[in-house]
């Protein structure tokens, strides 16, 4: 892989940039791909009427690059993770994430191109948006597809570093113990974390922290195929890895390069 494509957010298509990449050359992959879910009405909150556990506006994310027809998004979702299989090494893996509005086709994609699935983690989300409806229940859960298409499971994972963690907002993990599949993490980012601007589906650091924590490698590599405001990026830099990010949006590449810039 040349240098140059290292440590910067590429303005441009993830599947242009992915066949650009030589095969075997990313240790990790950690894709927040759209989750298709910009369809129906549109939904919205803010702090003109109180309501307990809410602290900010919010509102439906309804994006052109978030709509598509389902047959399309699977083809999509053939099309990058082909290549993301192609470019991971046999000792690296791959992160998914998604909801129920799309992991179902992402998991039968990864079947299709043999790429096995390690865990689906659910990720619960103790502050997650409550039901306006009162036509179904509350959505509180992501899910991650943790995949790899080594042979013989070559795949790096720190099984102590794993057990190692402690984390104060996480009520489920406790030191010393298996990590299991379910993570209690807030959905909250701090200050430092939207300083520079946000994107509206982006996720807290600490999210990505405990991913390379237990899967990646000092001095490897990580790629983002949907860089968004950089976290799978500046969680790699943190962790004194090499990164390479793929956003379409130029706002957000700003954003994701101002914050990396930052971090010392």
Known sequence: MNNFQQNQIIHGDCLAGLRS?????????????????SKGGTWKWDNSTSLPG???????????WDDMPTIEYLDFTLSWLREAKRVTKPTGSM??????????IINTALQLLEIEIINEVVWYKRNSFPNLSGRRLTASHETLLWAHSGK???????????KKIEDEWDLIKKKDKQ???????????????????????????????????????TGGVVLSPFAGSGTECVAA??????????ETEKDYVEIATKRLKSIA
């Open 21 to 37: 990449l030589p095969a075997n050359s990313v240790d990790l992959i950690l894709a927040d791909p759209p989750y298709n879910l």
């Open 54 to 64: 809410m602290g900010g506006n919010w509102k439906k994310t309804m994006e052109a």
């Open 95 to 104: 992160w998914i994430c998604g909801s129920y509005h799309n992991i179902g």
């Open 152 to 162: 013989k499971r070559q795949y790096h994972f720190d099984y102590l570093q794993s």
């Open 179 to 217: 990590l299991r599949t379910v993570w209690d993490i807030p959905n909250n980012k701090d200050r430092k974390e939207t300083l520079y601007g946000k994107h509206p589906t982006q996720k807290p650091l600490r999210l990505f922290n405990r991913i390379i924590s237990i899967s990646g490698k």
């Open 237 to 246: 830099k943190m962790a004194g890895m090499s990164y390479i990010g793929f």
